[in-house]
């Protein structure tokens, strides 16, 4: 074992607060990730975490070691990025988060065109709706539907997005045609609702004549995951705002129907975070740039603007 890869495996510990998911997290056993730890601990000096069978907690030298150990890492990390700048063939392990409908239609099926053109790059895709700490989960890169409040990320945007209200036909020959949102927050349909971890209320945006207004509208089924939704509105059991790439083949085959045309959602951003450094991984600003032109080309071109 190298003494850089338990400084490694040990700042992922420090910032996990776990060596089962630090050990997960570089996909290595628990035994290993321990054994990294007592060695950097025998090299050292020092005891570096207190451990019980329940708890861990970094020392005070643990804390003190974490911050020299980032230094070091970001620094063989910028040696990199030089290396790879002037011989434009990057290598090592992308870690890319995306929302589901997101990196189901757009980033998965272009990952393998990336890694086919830059074949010592590794893309390790963790696709969910929640929202993500790149810090905190070793990202890379994370793109991302709406406005973001981390002021310590850098945004990249890509687009606007144009969203939709849609229901199955099915639904609307049980339950009518709203034609506005108006209608929608009167509570006598059923809009699906995608709500989070301490979502304290549920809002559609939607531009009226005087500008964009929000709607309280109201729905017996919620979920924290989009496709989920999308689901629910084939079947029938109600109404969901989406952005129009995740559904566009729905609305194509009739198994969707745009309702409440005259107020429409508001466009929703699409960007990508990743996190400051002095020198960009040049294999992430690489897939940043792959993926961007392919993002806008499926909303720009496959969907005519308002």
């Known amino acids: 074992m190298s003494y850089f890869e338990n400084i490694r495996t040990f700042t992922r510990i420090y910032e996990l607060g776990s060596m089962s998911a630090a050990a997960r997290d570089q996909r290595i056993s628990p035994a290993v990730a321990s054994a990294r730890i007592s060695q950097l601990e025998s090299h050292l000096g020092v005891r570096l ?48 988060a995306a929302p589901l409908g997101v990196g189901r239609s757009l980033i998965a099926p272009n990952s393998p065109g990336f890694t086919k053109q830059y074949p ?8 969910s709706d929640r929202k993500v700490d790149l810090t905190a989960e070793g990202l890379d890169i994370a793109f991302f539907l709406g406005h973001p409040t981390d002021s310590n990320l850098r945004i990249r945007k890509i687009a606007d997005c144009p969203r ?13 045609h709203p034609h506005d949102g108006f209608e929608l927050q009167r509570g006598k349909h059923n809009c699906l609702m995608l709500r989070f971890p301490g979502a304290t209320e549920f809002q559609w945006e939607l531009d009226t004549p005087d500008g964009p207004r929000k709607f309280d509208v109201k729905g017996r089924l919620e979920s924290d995951d989009g496709d989920v939704l999308t689901d629910w509105a084939l079947s029938g ?10 559904v566009y083949e729905h609305l194509q085959s009739g198994k969707l129907v745009i309702v409440a045309e005259k107020t429409k959602p508001s466009y929703v951003q699409m960007a990508c975070l990743y996190t400051h450094r002095r020198h960009q991984d040049p294999k992430a600003r690489l897939f940043m740039e792959f993926m961007i032109e392919r993002i806008n080309h499926a909303i720009s071109g496959a969907y005519p603007k308002r």
């Open 120 to 127: 010592l790059v590794d893309i390790r895709l963790r696709l």
């Open 237 to 246: 059991a109600g109404i969901a705002m989406k952005p129009i790439f995740e």
């Open 164 to 176: 939709i209200l849609c229901a199955s036909p099915e639904y609307i020959s049980e339950h009518g």
């Open 49 to 96: 975490f207190q451990r019980t069978t329940r708890s861990l907690a970094p020392t005070e030298q643990g804390r003190l070691f974490y911050r020299g150990a980032c230094a070091i890492l970001e620094s063989v990390e910028s040696a990199e990025a030089d290396i790879g700048d002037v011989t434009d063939n990057p290598r090592g392990v992308l870690h890319v």
